[in-house]
């Protein structure tokens, strides 16, 4: 009897093992969670692109455009069409995201916390006026005392109470008037109240400096732009690098014309804005999305921590929407941006908002940003694919070169496989 009780019980424990050594087996061979695979665009899909770009071009909705998609891994697709493909692009503010990625560089490193007033570092802003009541006909304005105090947040997300000379009719009056800049004048809003597309990231920079001691141009050479190798990214343009640079054009007068060619410095020399002024290519502006597709990391350079790309993306304005932007300077800027009125503004980054109507474009969460020659960008952390699209037209906003942006969004979404 307790022969066969010991025989019974080890036939158990037999029995035990070989279950749970199947199990091994079976995890070790099909893992519960497979890695998902990343899109592509086929053969098919890349013709479809060029095709699109070129119809756009003989169409006359842009004058020439250099355009790349990438993932995190690199390029799924590079065109270009009446420009080589390593055209040098004045890509205005396209800075931006950039001197919003060095200031929180700066809060990882604990130099800073973006919830920071900004009369911390600078000195003035501890004594802010707002407009209550303005004369268009003489330039005068009354003013009262910012409620609220001004914040590196507020900076980032466009809700500091600066404004944009071209765009807002206000300071397009008081900046011609007084020839200061617009952070020199009194307030449009309250921070933290209201979205205006605003000079808030030239503040920025100035954060930038006077923590680093440094000017921008040198600092983001370091820290941002050699990591992550984008050799052709500056507030100049050598002299060997010149010939690559694209002719700028305009539509203010409905057929497109050539800008007068514009002098651009072969060395950089200060003063270095933060809210514009860089040269870049696609390929170079596509490594800045890569870092970000990839959380803040590209190959072997880190420039941010996961955590802090998260939260570049999130919400940062509170209850308020990004606005639609007046067209206070006509042959600068159509009204803008697309979704105004449903989107949020990130830290440094225009975030999609969940739009049925935009179905078949770039996905919710989405960041971007744009430059005033119609140079765009956007990183789509859903799909993990971001995309570069660049032309030199004026005005901002132009409905040719919206066209020719959406119509490349469309097919880059309806060609990912």
């Known amino acids: 009897m307790a022969y066969a009780h010991a025989h019974m019980k080890l036939l158990r424990t037999i029995v035990l093992l070989s279950a749970a050594a199947a199990v091994v087996s079976l995890s070790a061979q099909a893992p519960a969670t497979a890695p998902p695979q990343s899109l592509r665009l086929t053969d098919a899909g890349k013709a479809a692109l060029t095709a699109q770009m070129n119809g756009a071009v003989k169409m006359g909705d842009a004058p020439a455009i250099v355009e790349i998609v990438v993932d995190r891994n690199g390029v799924l697709y590079t065109g270009a069409a009446g420009l080589p493909a390593n055209t040098i692009f004045n890509i205005a503010s396209m800075t931006k995201p950039v001197t919003s990625v060095a200031i929180m560089m700066l809060a990882e490193q604990g130099k800073l916390k973006i919830d920071d007033p900004v009369s911390k570092y600078l000195p003035g802003y ?31 997300a466009h809700t500091s109470g600066i404004g944009y000379s071209f765009t807002n009719p206000i300071e397009y009056a008081l900046v011609n008037k007084t020839q200061k800049g617009e952070w020199e004048l009194p307030l449009l809003d309250d921070p933290g109240t209201k979205f205006n597309y605003s000079a808030s990231t030239r503040v920025l920079g100035f954060i930038v400096e006077k923590v680093t001691g440094s000017p921008l141009e040198p600092w983001y050479q370091q820290h941002i732009f050699k990591p992550l190798g984008m050799v052709d990214t500056s507030w100049a ?7 690559r640079l694209a002719p700028q054009f305009t539509r203010a007068s409905g057929k497109i014309e050539p800008l007068p060619k514009a002098t651009v410095p072969t060395t950089p020399t200060p003063p270095f804005r933060g809210d514009g002024g860089l040269y870049s290519t696609v ?17 072997g350079a880190k420039i941010l921590s996961p955590a802090s790309v998260k939260q570049m993306g999130q919400n940062a304005m509170g209850s308020i929407f990004v606005e639609r932007q007046p067209d206070a300077n006509k042959e600068r800027t159509k009204p803008f941006p697309l979704g105004a009125g449903k989107d949020k503004f990130g830290l440094g980054f225009q975030i999609a908002a969940d739009d049925p109507a935009t179905k078949g474009f770039r996905s919710p969460g989405s960041m971007s940003w744009a430059g005033i020659f119609n140079t765009e960008f956007w990183v789509d952390p859903v799909k993990k694919i971001g995309a570069v699209h660049m032309m030199q037209l004026l005005p901002f906003y132009d409905d040719g070169a919206i066209r020719a942006l959406r119509g490349f969004e469309q097919t880059v979404y309806r060609e990912l496989k």
């Not at 343009?237 to 010939?243: E, L, N, S």
């Not at 596509?286 to 590209?298: A, E, I, P, Q, Y």
């Open 126 to 156: 501890d004594t802010l006026q707002v407009i209550t009541k303005f004369n268009a006909a003489d330039g005068t304005y009354e003013t009262r005392p910012a409620k609220t105090v001004m914040t590196i947040t507020h900076l980032l």
């Open 283 to 299: 390929d170079d502006y596509s490594k800045f999305v890569r870092m970000l597709l990839n959380d803040g990391t590209l190959g």
């Open 237 to 243: 343009v050598a002299a060997d690098k010149q010939a």
